[in-house]
């Protein structure tokens, strides 16, 4: 599916993405990667003893997983991430949590530069299988204009 162009959003529509489940193997991987080796996500014992009573997702996951889940909003009409901001973690995700992406258009402009494009931000909400938020922020983008 291609992504919506800039001319096809409006102020304060929403959108939900698909599920996405969270696997062992997916926090595994990614504390490997990038050699994140925090207790609080790789040792069960230690993490159930800590103040979140078990392992949790860590949060740059977190982040990577909502931007994939909303890819499909902007595949192939996004030119540019130009930046993320007031990134918030309000509650653990867990191992076999399933999230969604909640995105809200907050503000478009047009791009002063290239009048092929304009800058859409966005409000992004990672949801988990119970509705609440887990993770909030904001991101902003320049989107193309319909050819």
Known sequence: M???YFDELSL??????QGRTITEADVVMF???CGLHNPLFVDEEFARKASFGGRVVPGPLTVSYAIGLGDYLYSGTAAAVLGWNNIK??????????IRLKTTVTDKRDSLSQPDRGVVNLMHAVLNHHGDTVCSFE???MVLKRP
Request: include cysteine.
């Open 89 to 98: 973690f309000t509650k653990p995700l867990r191992i076999g949590d399933t």
């Open 31 to 33: 504390c490997s990667l």
């Open 2 to 4: 291609a992504g919506r």
């Open 12 to 17: 304060g529509e929403e959108s939900i993405s």
């Open 139 to 141: 991101r902003t983008l």
